[in-house]
């Protein structure tokens, strides 16, 4: 566990906000996909995914940044999935399963998302909490992983399930196109952004 925990965003209501009913209802995985779910005294339970979504529940999650030099590689979420599909964020997000530790999680979600693995390294723990839409909110505790390669070594096999489309951007160029189109990108990834705005991850 790193020392360094950066509130990225202030809790309201420890982390959960009334949102309207789902505008499409969302049902509980079958079977149930258990998350990490955090105590106020920090311990960790299990959690089903959705039901930590609904309820606003702090749990674990992780993100990865994958670089090659200044660019950050970034992908178009699947149209189908559970909330902010079709909108771009960082490399890969996902949660732990409840007896995975972060590195690995990371790691297996970089193959079932992009289909590829690369040396990763966590550099930070983060704390944010966002309405993702939908009638679900993020309260996270995120740990992030960096790994930096040569995209030209790199070969993209994305899991049309999950992604949508990748690219490769500068950091300039991301930054302005939050301004001008900001709904094109996930809420996590403008508060990414916005602490981070040089990729200082």
């Given at each position: 566990?790193?020392?360094?925990?950066?509130?990225?965003?202030?809790?309201?209501?420890?982390?959960?906000?009334?949102?309207?009913?789902?505008?499409?209802?969302?049902?509980?995985?079958?079977?149930?996909?258990?998350?990490?779910?955090?105590?106020?005294?920090?311990?960790?339970?299990?959690?089903?995914?959705?039901?930590?979504?609904?309820?606003?529940?702090?749990?674990?999650?992780?993100?990865?940044?994958?670089?090659?030099?200044?660019?950050?590689?970034?992908?178009?979420?699947?149209?189908?999935?559970?909330?902010?599909?079709g909108q771009w964020a960082n490399t890969c997000c996902t949660h732990p399963k409840i007896d995975e530790d972060p590195k690995s999680a990371a790691s297996r979600r970089l193959m079932e998302e992009l289909g590829f693995t690369v040396e990763i390294e966590e550099k930070r723990i983060v704390e944010?909490?966002?309405?993702?839409?939908?009638?679900?909110?993020?309260?996270?505790?995120?740990?992030?992983?960096?790994?930096?390669?040569?995209?030209?070594?790199?070969?993209?096999?994305?899991?049309?399930?999950?992604?949508?489309?990748?690219?490769?951007?500068?950091?300039?160029?991301?930054?302005?196109?939050?301004?001008?189109?900001?709904?094109?990108?996930?809420?996590?990834?403008?508060?990414?952004?916005?602490?981070?705005?040089?990729?200082?991850?």
């Amino acid at each position: 566990m790193l020392d360094e925990i950066l509130y990225l965003t202030p809790d309201s209501d420890k982390g959960h906000r009334k949102t309207p009913e789902p505008a499409v209802k969302i049902p509980i995985s079958d079977p149930p996909i258990m998350i990490p779910g955090i105590a106020p005294d920090g311990s960790l339970y299990p959690i089903e995914k959705i039901k930590a979504h609904l309820e606003g529940k702090h749990h674990l999650a992780l993100s990865v940044f994958v670089f090659d030099g200044d660019e950050l590689l970034i992908q178009q979420r699947a149209l189908g999935k559970y909330h902010c599909g079709g909108q771009w964020a960082n490399t890969c997000c996902t949660h732990p399963k409840i007896d995975e530790d972060p590195k690995s999680a990371a790691s297996r979600r970089l193959m079932e998302e992009l289909g590829f693995t690369v040396e990763i390294e966590e550099k930070r723990i983060v704390e944010y909490s966002a309405d993702v839409g939908n009638g679900l909110w993020e309260h996270e505790r995120v740990h992030m992983f960096r790994a930096d390669v040569s995209k030209n070594d790199l070969e993209i096999c994305p899991n049309p399930e999950e992604v949508l489309a990748t690219c490769w951007i500068k950091p300039e160029d991301l930054r302005q196109d939050l301004q001008n189109n900001p709904d094109k990108y996930t809420p996590w990834f403008h508060i990414y952004i916005s602490r981070f705005p040089e990729f200082e991850f």
